[in-house]
């Protein structure tokens, strides 16, 4: 399928690719606004396949409106209730003309629009050297160091040794040698003539990370600044913070644009040579803590 628009970039609303007809919503076109990845590196968000992003939002809904059903859902979609529960169950692929239908159709809050046009992108690219975590895989790889470890191998030195990689990423060898066995055993990465090769370009993470993991991981990330912001220069580093007096209802779409700002800065670090690893976080937070 081939696209009757310019090929430039360009800058439309969701509400105009809602109104496009599927016949010319193509690849290479929601591969041009849907933020793409042109620097293989490793995303820590979650990002996934289109059938399991229309998963993800069936189970969103269902948990907001418990009466919401599969043939609700299914109906919203403009589609047969038994097409829809066999995408749910796996018994059929979501070909490109559907997911373009289905984007099309479905009614949609922008956050709900987003994630799902990022995983018509991601099934449909033809980039499909992609790890998709699972819950299981990132509650054992939940640490940044296994990231950092991915990251290093795109850099100008990559991997020479055990002794230049623990250097690098200023480690323990013992632990360098652990992280690198985690990441064998996942499939992550793989030994070429003596030298660890990453097996993908990207690593994702499922949707269906619980809570309870993903504040491990944050709580690690935290902790690594907190332990060794004192021993990296100000040139070297940059923690920018606003305190602020909002709407919490501002807060979905402020994470959607936070998302979207930190990958188009990553894909920006990404370009060119690479020398080093640096985490890229940005943080928001109430002042106010509930219990």
Same mark, same amino acid.
């Given at each position: 399928?081939?696209?009757?628009?310019?090929?430039?970039?360009?800058?439309?609303?969701?509400?105009?690719?809602? =109104?496009?007809?599927?016949?010319?919503?193509?690849?290479?076109?929601?591969?041009?606004?849907?933020?793409?990845?042109?620097?293989?590196?490793? /995303?820590?968000?979650?990002?996934?396949?289109?059938?399991?992003?229309?998963?993800?939002?069936?189970?969103?809904?269902?948990?907001?409106?418990?009466?919401?059903? /599969?043939?609700?859902?299914?109906?919203?979609?403009?589609?047969?209730?038994?097409?829809?529960?066999?995408?749910?169950?796996?018994?059929?692929?979501?070909?490109?003309?559907?997911?373009?239908?289905?984007?099309?159709?479905?009614?949609?809050?922008?956050?709900?629009?987003?994630?799902?046009?990022?995983?018509?992108?991601?099934?449909?690219?033809?980039?499909?050297?992609?790890?998709?975590?699972?819950?299981?895989?990132?509650?054992?790889?939940?640490?940044?160091?296994?990231? =950092?470890?991915?990251?290093?191998?795109?850099?100008?030195?990559?991997? @020479?040794?055990?002794?230049?990689?623990? @250097?690098?990423?200023?480690?323990?060898?013992?632990?360098?040698?652990? /992280?690198?066995?985690?990441?064998?055993?996942?499939?992550?990465?793989?030994?070429?003539?003596?030298?660890?090769?990453?097996? *993908?370009?990207? /690593?994702?993470?499922?949707?269906?990370?619980?809570?309870?993991?993903?504040?491990?991981?944050?709580?690690?990330?935290?902790?690594?600044?907190?332990?060794?912001?004192?021993?990296?220069?100000?040139?070297?580093?940059?923690?920018?913070?606003?305190?602020?007096?909002?709407?919490?209802?501002?807060?979905?779409?402020?994470?959607?644009?936070?998302?979207?700002?930190?990958?188009?800065?990553?894909?920006?670090?990404?370009?060119?040579?690479?020398?080093?690893? *640096?985490?890229?976080?940005?943080?928001?937070?109430?002042?106010?803590?509930?219990?």
């Amino acid at each position: 399928m081939t696209s009757t628009f310019k090929r430039e970039p360009i800058e439309i609303t969701l509400k105009a690719l809602k =109104a496009l007809p599927y016949s010319v919503v193509s690849l290479y076109y929601l591969e041009k606004i849907i933020d793409p990845f042109p620097q293989p590196h490793v /995303v820590f968000y979650p990002m996934n396949t289109f059938a399991q992003a229309l998963i993800h939002i069936y189970k969103t809904r269902k948990k907001a409106t418990h009466s919401y059903s /599969v043939r609700a859902f299914a109906r919203d979609c403009r589609i047969p209730s038994p097409r829809m529960s066999d995408y749910f169950n796996g018994n059929r692929k979501i070909h490109i003309r559907a997911a373009s239908a289905i984007l099309k159709n479905l009614p949609m809050q922008e956050n709900e629009l987003q994630i799902l046009s990022e995983g018509f992108t991601h099934s449909f690219s033809r980039d499909k050297k992609v790890y998709i975590l699972s819950e299981q895989d990132f509650r054992n790889l939940y640490h940044p160091v296994y990231f =950092a470890f991915l990251s290093q191998l795109e850099t100008e030195s990559g991997y @020479q040794s055990d002794t230049q990689m623990a @250097q690098a990423l200023d480690l323990e060898l013992e632990n360098l040698i652990s /992280v690198k066995n985690s990441l064998l055993k996942t499939n992550l990465i793989k030994i070429v003539n003596n030298k660890i090769v990453p097996n *993908f370009d990207r /690593v994702e993470t499922t949707f269906e990370i619980s809570n309870d993991d993903i504040r491990r991981a944050q709580k690690a990330s935290l902790q690594r600044i907190i332990d060794h912001v004192d021993h990296v220069d100000i040139k070297h580093r940059d923690i920018t913070k606003y305190t602020i007096a909002t709407d919490h209802k501002k807060i979905a779409q402020a994470k959607i644009r936070i998302q979207k700002f930190a990958r188009k800065l990553a894909d920006y670090l990404e370009s060119g040579p690479k020398t080093e690893v *640096f985490d890229l976080s940005i943080q928001l937070f109430p002042w106010r803590i509930s219990k």
